[in-house]
């Protein structure tokens, strides 16, 4: 009685028609634990297995075969209470900034060799400081309340159709096939998030602005079609997105195909995603296979970059030129070409082009369960930075709601990668040096409510 009566109570906050819900449920999971990496201090770490969450659902029965849904989920840091995570690393990334240093020198050439790499060498500590704020969000900057899901929808005889912020077609095939689950450090997704590390989104995980229309039969067969408007995707960027799912859930069987893709504000192609696999259970074992490819050619977050140049760091860049002792058109120039020089390759780097592979199992072992795993990132750009993860962890059931977890993997980076293991709530980071292989060990607990 007392859950139903503060399920009511809470919905009365959104709205006074709130109160006709017959039926509302609030839910929840909260996930916290212990996690080293390599280089870094043993932190309090928020949604290791599972990201922390508080949501509201409900339904309401409309009569021949028709229901009302809804659904609100907001994001929670348990470590800071915040609905902020930052990375968890402390390593500065650096492949954004490829090849500015040199691009830099050679405009600024004419101030002698002594000048030009004194301003060279501080001009591109400010960017990378510009594009990566230490403590910054890495997740949810913009701080949405329910940043997690938020739609409302309706289910027919025919089908479902949702509106608002829910996951993209691709994304939830790509989860069925994680042997980890899209947690802890052996997730499969945390060597797929751009060439060297967390620059890109390596998948469009949700989709702001979006309709969505889901279909399941009786047999198993099932698929979904998403359509994301003006200000859609994961960031809010995008153009329009489109995303589309097969799947098929039965006699042991979970498992999909999807395609999802992007249109950056300028309506170009931007991220594309093909993605198929999912997961067998025989017995005790559950197996699992997926393959996903992704490619972007023209990055969302260029208008980011571009405004961040503009606003934060040509004014510095005119401060230091003016103080060398430069006349003011002498400045000018030079400030061009050097923001030419940052725009030309910020660019370049922020492509992606890889293809992703991931096999893992689970065993049952009474009231828990072994996950092991690998994965391999094939990078295709010229950089061929390429990394490999293993992963292996044991879950034990307390309860029906709560079970406690322990999580080891390591992560093989090749050429100029920073892959670092990361959880379900906050990306890893970088590694210290690129190239260098890292590891990561966590313990955890997860209640369900």
Same mark, same amino acid.
């Given at each position: 009685?007392?859950?139903?009566?503060?399920?009511?109570?809470?919905?009365?906050?959104?709205? @006074?028609?709130?109160?006709?819900?017959?039926?509302?449920?609030?839910? +929840?999971?909260?996930?916290?634990?212990?996690?080293?990496?390599?280089?870094?201090?043993?932190?309090?770490?928020?949604?290791?297995?599972? +990201?922390?969450?508080?949501?509201?659902?409900?339904?309401?029965?409309?009569?021949?075969?028709?229901?009302?849904?809804?659904?609100?989920?907001?994001?929670?840091?348990?470590?800071?209470?915040?609905?902020?995570?930052?990375?968890?690393?402390?390593?500065?990334?650096?492949?954004?900034?490829?090849?500015?240093?040199?691009?830099?020198?050679?405009?600024?050439?004419?101030?002698?060799?002594?000048?030009?790499?004194?301003?060279?060498?501080?001009?591109?500590?400010?960017?990378?400081?510009?594009?990566?704020?230490?403590?910054?969000?890495?997740?949810?900057?913009?701080?949405?309340?329910?940043?997690?899901?938020?739609?409302?929808?309706?289910?027919?005889?025919?089908?479902?159709?949702?509106?608002?912020?829910?996951?993209?077609?691709?994304?939830?095939?790509?989860?069925?096939?994680?042997?980890?689950? &899209?947690?802890?450090?052996?997730?499969?997704? +945390?060597?797929?998030?751009?060439?060297?590390?967390?620059?890109?989104?390596?998948?469009?995980?949700?989709?702001?602005?979006?309709?969505?229309?889901?279909?399941?039969?009786?047999?198993?067969?099932?698929? &979904?079609?998403?359509?994301?408007?003006?200000?859609?995707?994961?960031?809010?960027?995008?153009?329009?997105?489109?995303?589309?799912?097969?799947? /098929?859930?039965?006699?042991?069987?979970? @498992?999909?195909?999807? #395609?999802?893709?992007?249109?950056?504000?300028?309506?170009?192609?931007?991220?594309?995603?093909?993605?198929?696999?999912? &997961?067998?259970?025989?017995?005790?074992?559950?197996?699992?296979?997926?393959?996903?490819?992704?490619?972007?050619? #023209?990055?969302?977050?260029?208008?980011?970059?571009?405004?961040?140049?503009?606003?934060?760091?040509?004014?510095?860049?005119?401060?230091?030129?003016?103080?060398?002792?430069?006349?003011?058109?002498? @400045?000018?120039?030079?400030?061009?070409?050097?923001?030419?020089?940052?725009?030309?390759?910020?660019? @370049?780097?922020?492509?992606?082009?890889?293809?992703? /592979?991931?096999?893992?199992?689970?065993?049952?072992?009474?009231?828990?369960?072994?996950?092991?795993?690998?994965?391999?990132?094939?990078?295709?750009?010229?950089?061929?930075?390429?990394?490999?993860?293993?992963?292996?962890?044991?879950? /034990?059931?307390?309860?029906?709601?709560?079970?406690?977890?322990?999580?080891?993997?390591?992560?093989?980076?090749?050429?100029?990668?920073?892959?670092?293991?990361?959880?379900?709530?906050?990306?890893?980071?970088?590694?210290?040096?690129?190239?260098? &292989?890292?590891?990561?060990?966590?313990?955890?607990?997860?209640?369900?409510?």
């Amino acid at each position: 009685m007392k859950t139903k009566f503060l399920a009511v109570l809470v919905a009365s906050c959104f709205a @006074v028609p709130a109160m006709a819900q017959s039926n509302v449920s609030i839910y +929840g999971v909260a996930d916290a634990g212990l996690m080293k990496q390599s280089g870094q201090t043993l932190r309090v770490v928020s949604g290791i297995a599972d +990201g922390s969450r508080l949501g509201f659902k409900g339904s309401e029965d409309l009569g021949g075969g028709m229901r009302a849904i809804f659904n609100l989920e907001a994001r929670v840091e348990l470590d800071t209470g915040s609905q902020k995570p930052t990375l968890l690393s402390d390593e500065q990334g650096l492949y954004l900034t490829r090849g500015m240093g040199p691009g830099f020198t050679t405009v600024l050439a004419p101030l002698g060799a002594t000048n030009s790499n004194a301003l060279s060498g501080a001009l591109l500590q400010q960017i990378r400081g510009g594009l990566q704020v230490k403590n910054a969000p890495a997740v949810n900057p913009e701080g949405a309340l329910f940043d997690r899901t938020a739609y409302v929808g309706l289910v027919t005889p025919g089908g479902a159709v949702m509106l608002g912020r829910m996951y993209t077609p691709g994304y939830e095939v790509f989860a069925a096939a994680d042997a980890f689950e &899209s947690g802890t450090a052996g997730t499969w997704g +945390g060597i797929t998030g751009g060439t060297a590390g967390f620059t890109n989104l390596g998948a469009d995980i949700r989709s702001s602005k979006s309709i969505q229309y889901r279909i399941a039969t009786p047999a198993g067969f099932g698929g &979904s079609l998403m359509y994301g408007a003006k200000g859609s995707g994961y960031l809010n960027r995008y153009n329009k997105f489109l995303g589309i799912a097969a799947t /098929y859930k039965a006699n042991g069987f979970d @498992v999909g195909a999807a #395609h999802n893709r992007s249109y950056d504000q300028g309506d170009n192609v931007s991220l594309v995603t093909s993605t198929i696999g999912g &997961s067998y259970t025989m017995g005790d074992f559950k197996f699992f296979a997926g393959y996903h490819d992704q490619r972007n050619r #023209h990055s969302v977050l260029m208008a980011d970059y571009t405004a961040a140049y503009t606003t934060a760091i040509a004014p510095g860049v005119a401060a230091q030129l003016t103080a060398a002792g430069l006349p003011a058109p002498n @400045v000018a120039a030079l400030g061009a070409g050097l923001r030419t020089v940052f725009l030309n390759n910020i660019a @370049v780097n922020s492509q992606v082009d890889a293809a992703s /592979y991931q096999l893992g199992l689970h065993y049952r072992v009474g009231a828990g369960r072994i996950m092991a795993s690998l994965a391999h990132q094939n990078d295709r750009t010229a950089s061929d930075s390429d990394a490999n993860l293993a992963a292996i962890g044991y879950d /034990y059931n307390l309860s029906k709601r709560t079970d406690v977890y322990v999580v080891y993997a390591h992560i093989k980076n090749n050429n100029e990668g920073q892959y670092i293991p990361g959880a379900a709530g906050s990306p890893g980071g970088f590694t210290k040096t690129p190239g260098e &292989s890292t590891q990561a060990y966590q313990i955890g607990v997860r209640h369900r409510f």
